[in-house]
Each structure stands twice: as structure tokens, then as C-alpha cells.
């Protein structure tokens, strides 16, 4: 499901919340990080149960920023990341949106690069020592 309802959102943090606090153990202020509110998010569900999100920003018109991907572990490597990214690149290019960049953990970037977007400048190493490549792709 794709959108900006209250209980998406709401379904979309559960699982951020389990994949990148729990899991990750990233700062929760990084996870949360207050553009929930303006943002449409995409959320995959088995039943009324949420195993996967995207979150989709516009930066400045028709660029749009996707980030916040994350597949409950059980659910990984069954095609379910690639199906989340193409509703959130549907959502995209159905806005107009012409390019979109992200901001890709080096272990992840590969998974992008799948769905067509390219590395756009050098990565960049945080504090905590994951490595984040910058990654973009022209609609
Ligand atoms: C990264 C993530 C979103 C991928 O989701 P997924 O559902 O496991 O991915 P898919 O099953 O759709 O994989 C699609 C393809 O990408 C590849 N792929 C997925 N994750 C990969 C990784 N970390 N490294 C290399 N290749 C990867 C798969 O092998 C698959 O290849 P194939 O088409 O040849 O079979 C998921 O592993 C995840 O949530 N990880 C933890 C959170 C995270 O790191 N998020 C990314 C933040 S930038």
C-alpha cells in the first residue's frame, strides 16, 4: 500500500522500528527523524501484519528522495525490497518526479544498484563505522 495515512505511517515505524533500532541498534532520532509527517510511505503486509516499508520525500520539485527501506529479517531475499522500491519508483515517476537519490549502506548498495541506480558521489563513513554511499537514478 502506498500513501500518507495515519496508520500506514504508524505501520511503516513498526517495522523501522524493529529493523533498524532493534536490529541495527541505529539512533532512534536518525530513525525518526520528524519528516514522517510530510512524507508517502509505502508498506508491504502479509495479512494486517507489516514486513516491509520505503518512504518517499520530494527534496525540490520533481526530485524526490527515497530512504527508510527495511524488510523484517524473516521476509529477506524473497523479493519483497524489490517490491516495496518499485511501488515507491511507481509513486515517483506517477508525481512527475523526473530523479531520485538515497543514501545506501555500502552492504545494501548492491540491492539498488539491481534496480537501476548508480553510485553519484564518494560514500561517506558515519561514526558508528557504516559506511553510507550516495546513489541516484534518472526516471
Ligand atoms: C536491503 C534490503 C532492503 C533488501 O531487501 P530484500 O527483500 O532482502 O531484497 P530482495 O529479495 O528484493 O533482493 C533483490 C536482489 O538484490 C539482492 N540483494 C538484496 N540485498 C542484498 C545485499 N545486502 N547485498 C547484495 N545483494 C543484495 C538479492 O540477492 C536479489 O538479487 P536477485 O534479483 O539476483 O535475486 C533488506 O535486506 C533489509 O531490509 N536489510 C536491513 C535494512 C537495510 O539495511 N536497509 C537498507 C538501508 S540503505
Do not use: N
Not at 102 to 112: D, I, K, V
Amino acid at each position: 500500500m502506498v500513501g500518507r495515512a495515519r496508520t500506514l505511517r504508524d505501520a511503516a515505524r513498526l517495522v523501522r522500528r524493529k529493523v533498524f533500532v532493534d536490529e541495527q541498534g541505529v539512533p532512534e532520532d536518525e530513525v525518526f527523524d520528524g519528516a514522517d509527517g510530510r512524507a508517502v510511505h509505502v508498506v508491504a503486509f502479509t495479512g494486517e501484519e507489516p514486513l516491509a516499508t520505503a518512504r518517499c520525500l520530494e527534496l525540490e520539485s520533481r526530485i524526490w528522495r527515497v530512504g527508510q527501506v527495511a524488510v523484517l529479517e524473516p521476509a529477506r531475499g524473497l523479493g519483497t525490497g524489490t517490491l516495496v522500491m518499485r511501488a515507491a519508483l511507481k509513486h515517483v515517476v506517477s508525481c512527475g518526479g523526473v530523479e531520485i537519490v538515497l543514501a545506501a549502506q555500502s552492504g545494501a548498495a548492491e540491492f539498488y544498484r539491481r534496480l537501476g541506480f548508480a553510485q553519484c558521489a564518494p560514500g561517506d563513513a558515519l561514526e558508528s563505522g557504516v559506511v553510507l554511499v550516495p546513489m541516484s537514478l534518472t526516471l
